[in-house]
């Protein structure tokens, strides 16, 4: 090659496979800073004393009384914290199969759902689908709020995973039911039985449960006793995979779909000559 070609190469720079190098080592780095970043953060959170002690307040509420403050609205939260067997069954199975139906068998990361979440995140350009466990979702109450960024996502799965060593599952889902949102100001199970059902949380039926369950997506915007469409068609789902595990009966299930009881089972065909009364 000659010299006056030589000196054309080196003017040029590097290539695209240069560039796409560069742009890579400086998303590692990037992505480096924000987790080391994000794990001193984490790591200054007490998540041990939960086993014992719950919570005074959480970060959802926190937040939402500051945009009341600034709205100049009033703001008079309800919450009841209660014991986890005061709790209905019917909604904390519902919850689960709404929620994070591998809440049992994870350690606080559905790796399926985060790649089917990335997945559609990618397809969009944005964030579309959460695909947050159980324990991410208490973390996200109880510390970040509900502002969305890379580094929050970070945090949220540090904290999971911290949340996973400290805590058994049962106390991680007590907590959770007892401070994630259920409308305006409604936080935990307790009020929001009574503020939507007019019972305590140990009362609640399957067909109050399902509802309940199935506006935990947008609580603040959807009202489990007058759901749109979209409820009323995840109320299905749940009540449906409830029923094929046994977990409603027949009855409760027609009962949570507003569909008319089943007719009575009718006896054999009466002998001839005979009567059904003998």
């Not at 030589?6 to 998303?27: H, N, T």
């Not at 409604?186 to 059902?197: D, L, N, Q, S, T």
């Not at 915007?221 to 007058?226: H, I, K, L």
């Amino acid at each position: 090659m000659s010299r006056r070609s030589s000196s054309k190469a080196r003017r040029r720079g590097p290539g695209l496979s240069g560039w796409l190098g560069r742009v890579c080592f400086a998303g590692l780095l990037v992505l480096g800073v924000l987790v080391a970043w994000a794990a001193l953060r984490a790591a200054a959170i007490d998540v041990d004393s939960l086993a014992t002690h719950d919570p005074a307040s959480t970060a959802i509420m926190r937040q939402r009384e500051r945009e009341a403050r600034e709205a100049g609205k009033p703001w008079h939260p309800s919450w009841h914290r209660l014991p986890y067997e005061r709790i209905s069954p019917h909604l904390r199975r519902a919850v689960l199969i709404a929620e994070d139906d591998a809440f049992y068998s994870h350690d606080g990361l559905d790796w399926n759902e985060i790649k089917e979440s990335a997945r559609k995140d990618i397809e969009k350009l944005r964030i579309v689908r959460g695909g947050s466990t159980i324990t991410q979702q208490l973390a996200k109450n109880l510390w970040l709020g509900t502002s969305r960024s890379p580094l929050r996502k970070i945090e949220e799965v540090m904290l999971a995973v911290r949340l996973e060593h400290a805590l058994s599952k049962r106390r991680i889902f007590e907590l959770y039911l007892n401070v994630i949102e259920w409308g305006d100001g409604v936080f935990g199970a307790e009020a929001a039985a009574r503020r939507w059902f007019h019972v305590p949380a140990s009362a609640l039926g399957a067909r109050a449960s399902v509802r309940l369950a199935a506006v935990i997506i947008n609580p603040r915007r959807f009202s489990p006793v007058a759901p749109p469409r979209r409820i009323e068609r995840r109320v299905r789902i749940i009540a449906g995979r409830m029923r094929r595990r046994g977990e409603l009966s027949e009855a409760d299930y027609r009962e949570t779909l507003g569909l008319p009881p089943e007719p009575p089972a009718t006896g054999g065909p009466v002998p001839a000559g005979g009567s059904a009364g003998r």
